[in-house]
């Protein structure tokens, strides 16, 4: 089954200070299915700490936790991966996690690298980013029209970069099943906002 709906994914200086998990829980609570974490430190044991409170809080909303970058950690957690085209072999990790993990591969604007990571075993295929990013400003642009090609591959389809409530019909339009949001669904004044903006974005997804 494809997944589809919200993709939220957490951000080390968003949710610091307490607030990784109160403003995870409001995301669910609002409807957001897919997880991924998201922390680029090299501290092991938060890393694992807060990557084990992550999965408990996602199965409590029958949500899927998805860890980015690294592969040892998701093997240990049973839970799934994104890779990015730096960051190791799908194959290898399809061999590790075995045939029912998730894993996600990023493919920016090229139809070649999602033919390969297709090939390799990919579970969805990550284009973007479509929109300037706050989170990522360096991140490779991509072309919106490389989504009618991408789809033709058969595979979950997921956007993201610089998404918005008011940009998100754009993606959705063109058939797109994962929504990848970070800065429109975390950067909040308490999880209230969090919470209504995870409904927002869910509604415009599934309108
Ligand atoms: C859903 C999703 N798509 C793309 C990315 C970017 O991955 P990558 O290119 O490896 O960059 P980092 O996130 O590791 O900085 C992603 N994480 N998630
Ligand atoms: C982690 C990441 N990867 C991107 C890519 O294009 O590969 S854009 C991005 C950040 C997305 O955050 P926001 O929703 O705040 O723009
Ligand atoms: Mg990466």
Do not use: W
Not at 47 to 55: H, M
Not at 73 to 102: F, Y
Not at 134 to 158: H, M, R, W, Y
Not at 167 to 185: D, F, M, R, S, W
Request: with cysteine; proline share 2%; net charge neutral.
């Amino acid at each position: 089954m494809k997944l589809h709906g919200l993709y939220g994914i957490t951000d080390t200086e968003l949710l610091a200070n307490g607030r990784l998990l109160p403003y995870v829980e409001a995301a669910l609570k609002g409807g957001m299915q897919v997880l991924q974490y998201r922390d680029k430190t090299q501290d092991t044991a938060r890393r694992y700490e807060e990557a084990t409170a992550l999965k408990q809080l996602c199965s409590h909303y029958n949500a899927q936790l998805i860890i980015n970058d690294d592969l040892l950690l998701a093997k240990e957690l049973a839970v799934g991966l994104h890779l990015g085209q730096e960051d190791g072999s799908i194959t290898k990790a399809r061999q590790l996690l075995g045939n029912n993990a998730i894993i996600g591969a990023t493919c920016h604007g090229s139809i070649d690298l999602a033919q390969r990571a297709k090939a390799e075993g990919a579970s969805y295929l990550a284009f973007g980013r479509f929109f300037p990013s706050k989170t990522k400003p360096n991140a490779k642009p991509a072309d919106i029209n490389v989504l009618s090609e991408a789809k033709a591959l058969g595979l979950t389809i997921c956007a993201i970069g610089g998404i918005t409530l008011n940009n998100v019909h754009l993606l959705t339009k063109q058939g797109v099943n994962l929504i990848a949001v970070v800065n429109e669904l975390f950067d909040a004044n308490n999880a209230e906002q969090v919470e209504k903006r995870a409904k927002q974005l869910v509604s415009t997804i599934f309108l």
